[in-house]
């Protein structure tokens, strides 16, 4: 993802106003794409670990990120 | 508006909701806010408030012209740049990318998204539809206090005379540019309310 944010600055606008906006923009879209992915994941019974490895995150991290909180009782890998 | 608030369907509220969805989406804005409700209420012709708006100075084309510049300038009821204009200048088709997520993951993965666990903290962004500014539901929330107050549904000017009441930046922005007495249009507005109630 910083690579993606790195590319697109340097591709994008000479004003600083728009490029920034045009990053955020873009960041915010490539956040969406992985949530969509992940829930597809889970659909299809991925763990939360499997799902980590192939993002090259921490299990914790992509837990954190997208695993409900309060369900007690329920084996959340 | 998500679905919760949207007003309910056929009502005058609904109507004019969905001219100002269609007038944002029209100028490729990347939200709807009080400029937009203006120009739908300006543009029906056959609503009283709509004859009154053209005889204060709001004139459709001239309107629309005018809401485009006060957007570009960032002067609007919310962010001045669309998304899909943000992301074709890195290069990015939003249109292409909305049409893989639909293929893939169907007609309404964004909001099941949303509504799921996985989304619950994810961010708002270009996948999701037009935003709604606050100073719009807050327009509408007036309408519908005063409707309440005069015991009848929500008409048109009950929305106008809620949008003169919002402290929108955008629609005061428009109106100055217009050359419209905003106080004199107020006053229009509410004494037909009253000789209507």
């Not at chain 2, 510049?69 to 939003?94: T, Y």
């Amino acid at each position: 993802m910083t690579e993606a944010i790195e590319l697109a600055a340097a591709a994008g606008n000479r004003d600083p106003d728009v490029g920034l906006a045009a990053v955020v923009a873009l960041r915010e879209l490539l956040a969406q794409l992985e949530a969509l992915q992940v829930m597809a994941a889970r659909n299809d019974g991925w763990t939360w670990e499997r799902i980590a490895a192939a993002l090259g995150v921490t299990r914790q991290s992509v837990h954190r990120k997208y695993a409900q909180r309060h369900r007690p009782g329920r084996r959340s890998t | 508006m998500s679905a919760r608030t949207h007003p309910p369907a056929g009502s005058v509220a609904d109507r004019a909701m969905t001219g100002a969805l269609q007038e944002a989406e029209q100028a490729r804005h990347s939200y709807v806010g009080c400029e937009h409700l203006l120009l739908a209420l300006a543009r029906d012709k056959s609503d009283d408030v709509g004859r009154l708006l053209e005889g204060a100075g709001v004139e459709l084309a001239r309107a629309r012209a005018t809401v485009q510049q006060v957007v570009a300038q960032g002067r609007g009821d919310g962010p001045r740049w669309s998304q899909a204009d943000l992301l074709s200048r890195v290069g990015v088709d939003l249109a292409a990318i909305q049409r893989r997520v639909q293929a893939e993951f169907g007609p309404r993965a964004v909001e099941e998204l949303y509504a799921s666990g996985i989304g619950r903290r994810l961010p708002r962004g270009p996948l999701c539809g037009l935003m709604v500014a606050p100073r719009l539901k807050e327009a509408f929330a007036l309408a519908v206090d005063t409707a309440r107050h005069d015991g009848r549904g929500v008409d048109s000017a009950h929305l106008l005379l809620g949008l003169l009441d919002t402290d929108s930046p955008g629609l005061q922005a428009v109106l100055a540019a217009l050359g419209v007495d905003h106080r004199g249009l107020r006053a229009a507005v509410a004494a037909r309310l009253r000789a209507a109630s």
